[in-house]
């Protein structure tokens, strides 16, 4: 990166072509987004609307230009409007949308993924939340049991039965998260926290035999990036197997992000075998709405129409959301992630060193090259940690980003991502932005309890 200095822009707090879209939004769309963190409650202020986009940047409808460090939320791991993406959706939309039938770019993805992970079979689908909803009916269809294990901050899409919190004691049954979850949903599910294995055993041993699966983030990155604790997974694995229950990995936000072969890719494989199925979703699907399931055939087998769970869509499988997820999987070289691990690490140390100088405590945690910078000092191993810091001292930090021309995502409890197309340039606008943002944290900080 350049050491030059980077003019940055000074935008103002409003943004007028948004807020006119935000009110135009909210008399046809509940609460005017379509995805509740888009909407800026945890910061406060007007989401911004984007009109374009392009390699690192992202261009809003008041024409103001952004350094991207959402990726639309993991995808964009070329880059927006990727030209060689660009080129095989347009060939593909050329010979047709949508079949209703089998085409062959969607066994070439399946084998493309297959190649990559442990999976011996996947079925796509059209969204995470798609995938590990069946991937747990398939688990409970598989060993008929009913009951399923998730830790609390991990997030694993709006399904009924996972949108559930933790109840008073560490291995309690959940309690509906959600208004519109019945609570015999949320009685299926037990709650235990992240990282804890003794707690994971306790549940096995009070209930193993109803257990069906443990569901859990491959690396957690709803809370913020919180890594599994060295020998989590393995001991997941262990006690699941014990008690012949399965493990789903979901690598929806990491699967082929933080390597060619996810999380999987950078901890395994494990001594007590490997997960049982994994889900996967974003860099797969290269932008389009595209997702996927899988794992050893024998437990793929029960999915219909060759066994007896059933799972169906009229999308999945999409010949031109497959192109682009082929396209991107195809992208991604070794010169590709050695570029995520420089960009990240680049914009990470500037960021600490700069809250550093400015006194505010704060711990930077990885998958890969995901991050995540939390307001805190001491590192966060769970839920309950990540909730324990100042999201006061992220809101300040957010919008002086914002305000220089720097998307981040607008909320403490959420993953950075990079691309490969963030080149000189948007690093050293991202590190020109970081100083005036630090400064803003600690007068964040210093307004609590004022």
């Known amino acids: 990166m350049s050491s030059t200095h980077t003019d940055l822009p000074t935008y103002p707090l409003e943004a007028p072509a948004s807020v006119a879209l935000l009110n135009r939004a909210r008399a046809v769309i509940p609460g005017g987004v379509n995805s509740p963190v888009r909407a800026f409650r945890a910061v406060g202020g007007t989401p911004r609307f984007m009109a374009s986009a392009t ?41 047709g949308f949508s079949f209703g039938t089998p085409s062959e770019n969607e066994v070439a993805l399946a084998e493309e993924i297959v190649a990559r992970t442990p999976a011996q079979q996947v079925r796509l689908v059209n969204s995470g939340t798609e995938a590990t909803m069946t991937a747990m009916r398939l688990a409970r269809g598989y060993t008929g049991r009913t009951v399923v294990v998730k830790f609390a901050g991990c997030y694993h899409g709006h399904v009924d039965s996972l949108l559930a919190a933790a ?16 609570a015999s949903a949320a009685a299926e599910t037990i709650v ?33 990036v919180v890594p599994p604790a060295d020998g989590f997974t393995d001991g997941l694995l262990r006690t699941a197997h014990e008690h012949g229950a399965l493990v789903v990995s979901d690598e929806v936000m990491t699967g082929f992000r933080c390597s060619a072969s996810g999380w999987y890719g950078l901890e395994g494989p ?9 889900t996967f979703g974003k860099v797969m699907g290269g932008g389009f709405p595209a997702a996927a399931f899988g794992g050893r055939a024998e437990i793929m087998a029960f999915l219909a129409p060759a066994g007896p769970v059933y799972q ?17 999987l195809r992208g991604c070289t070794p010169e590709v992630y050695e570029r995520l691990d420089v ?19 704060h711990t930077v945690q990885w998958a890969g090259s995901m991050l995540s910078v939390f307001f805190r000092a001491e590192p966060v191993r769970n839920y309950d940690d990540a909730r324990a810091q100042s999201t006061e001292a992220f809101a300040a930090f957010f919008h002086a980003m914002l305000g220089r ?35 803003a944290a600690a007068r964040g900080f210093a307004t609590i309890g004022a």
Do not use: K
């Open 55 to 95: 390699g690192p940047w992202l261009t809003d409808v008041d024409g103001r230009r952004y350094v991207d460090l959402v990726g639309s939320w993991g995808p964009m791991i070329l880059g927006h409007a990727h030209p060689s993406v660009v080129a095989v959706v347009q060939e593909a939309a050329t010979r």
């Open 270 to 278: 494990y001594a007590s075998g490997s997960p049982d199925l994994f």
């Open 343 to 361: 960009v990240s690490r680049t914009i990470a140390d500037a960021v600490s060193a700069g809250l550093g100088r400015e006194g505010v405590p």
């Open 405 to 439: 021309g720097v998307h981040l995502p607008p909320s403490a409890f959420e993953a950075w991502f990079v691309s490969a197309s963030h080149d000189d340039e948007a690093v050293d606008h991202v590190l020109a932005a970081v100083p005036d943002a630090c400064r």
């Open 167 to 182: 109840g008073s004691g560490v291995a309690t049954f959940g309690l509906p998260d959600s208004a519109g979850v019945p």
């Open 192 to 224: 235990l926290p992240y990282n804890d294995l003794a707690a994971v055993e306790s549940a096995f041993a009070a209930r193993g035999h109803e257990i069906a699966c443990v569901i859990t983030e491959a690396a957690a990155g709803n809370m913020g």
């Open 312 to 328: 169906a869509g009229t999308l999945s499988g999409n010949p031109v959301a497959t192109a682009a997820g082929l396209a991107t």
